[in-house]
C-alpha cells in the first residue's frame, strides 16, 4: 500500500521549519555533492545518489523491500532498522574498502553484508521507501554526533530523520549509532543533544536537498 500524497516546496518548507522542533531553524534549499569513493575521488550529487537507488532499484533490493511492505510506516521503519542491524555488520571503509570514504549502494551493502554508517543508514532509508512510505517521511542526515573518544567529543555521522504523520515528530532512525528499537509511538522525538546527536548540517531525499542555515 502506498501512502503518498502531493507535497510543494511551500510545504515541505513549512513542515521543516515547524516541525523539527527544538530546533525551529531556516533550512535553505541547496546542492550538495559529497565524495562518494576517496580512491578514485569520484564526487555525487546526494540526491542523485539515493535518487538512482529508489527511482531504479535492483531486483534483489526490491525483494528485500517486499518484507516490510505488511507493516504501517511507524512500524516499518523499526523492523526495518531492526533487520538491518540483525543482518549487516559495521564496518569502517578503510577496514572494508581499503580506502577513507567510500558510499556502496545498498545492493553492496545487501550483498556484503558489511559497511559504515552511510551506505548502512542509507539502505536502511532506501528499503523504507520501497516499501511504501512516503518519500517526505524519510530524510537522510550529514552532522555531528556525540563521541568521547574523539579529541572534541564529537564526529561526523550519517543516520537517519524519520518524520511520523502519527505524532506529528520528528525521531532519529540508526543502525549504527545509538541504536534504537523503541516502537515510534513509545519513544523521545528528536531533540539536539551534546551527548548524542548534536547537530544536522544538512538534510536531504531523492528529491529535496536542505542545509541547516
Known amino acids: 500500500m502506498r501512502y503518498d500524497l502531493p507535497i510543494d516546496e511551500d510545504f515541505l518548507l513549512k513542515f521543516?521549519?515547524?516541525?523539527?522542533?527544538?530546533?525551529?531553524?531556516?533550512?535553505?534549499?541547496?546542492?550538495?555533492?559529497?565524495?562518494?569513493?576517496?580512491?578514485?575521488?569520484?564526487?555525487?550529487?546526494?540526491?542523485?545518489?539515493?535518487?538512482?537507488?529508489?527511482?531504479k532499484p535492483t531486483k534483489f533490493v526490491f525483494n528485500e523491500s517486499l518484507k516490510f511492505m505488511r507493516y504501517k510506516p511507524d512500524i516499518g521503519i523499526i523492523e526495518d532498522v531492526r533487520w538491518i542491524k540483525k543482518t549487516?555488520?559495521?564496518?569502517?571503509?578503510?577496514?572494508?574498502?581499503?580506502?577513507?570514504?567510500?558510499?556502496?549502494?545498498?545492493?553492496?551493502?545487501?550483498?556484503?553484508?558489511?559497511?559504515?554508517?552511510?551506505?548502512t543508514n542509507a539502505t536502511v532509508g532506501i528499503l523504507g521507501v520501497l516499501s511504501g512510505i512516503p518519500w517526505y517521511h524519510i530524510w537522510y542526515a550529514i552532522g555531528e554526533v556525540y563521541n568521547p573518544n574523539m579529541w572534541n567529543n564529537k564526529e561526523g555521522h550519517f543516520w537517519i530523520?524519520?518524520?511520523?504523520?502519527?505524532?506529528?515528530?520528528?525521531?532519529?532512525?540508526?543502525?549504527?549509532?545509538?541504536?534504537?528499537?523503541?516502537?515510534?509511538?513509545?519513544?523521545?522525538?528528536?531533540?539536539?543533544?551534546?551527548?548524542?546527536?548534536?547537530?544536522?548540517?544538512?538534510?536531504?531525499?531523492?528529491k529535496k536537498v536542505y542545509k541547516n542555515a
Not at 502519527?166 to 515510534?184: C, E, M, N, Q, R
Open 16 to 55: 521543516l521549519n515547524d516541525t523539527l522542533e527544538p530546533m525551529n531553524e531556516s533550512w535553505l534549499e541547496t546542492k550538495l555533492t559529497w565524495i562518494t569513493d576517496s580512491k578514485f575521488r569520484i564526487q555525487q550529487k546526494v540526491d542523485s545518489f539515493i535518487g538512482k537507488q529508489v527511482n
Open 88 to 119: 549487516i555488520a559495521y564496518s569502517p571503509d578503510p577496514v572494508n574498502k581499503g580506502m577513507l570514504e567510500h558510499w556502496a549502494t545498498a545492493d553492496e551493502v545487501l550483498r556484503t553484508r558489511m559497511d559504515d554508517c552511510d551506505a
Open 161 to 206: 530523520m524519520y518524520f511520523s504523520s502519527h505524532t506529528g515528530k520528528w525521531y532519529s532512525i540508526d543502525a549504527t549509532y545509538k541504536v534504537d528499537l523503541t516502537p515510534i509511538a513509545d519513544r523521545v522525538p528528536y531533540s539536539p543533544n551534546p551527548k548524542r546527536y548534536i547537530k544536522i548540517n544538512y538534510l536531504w531525499n531523492h
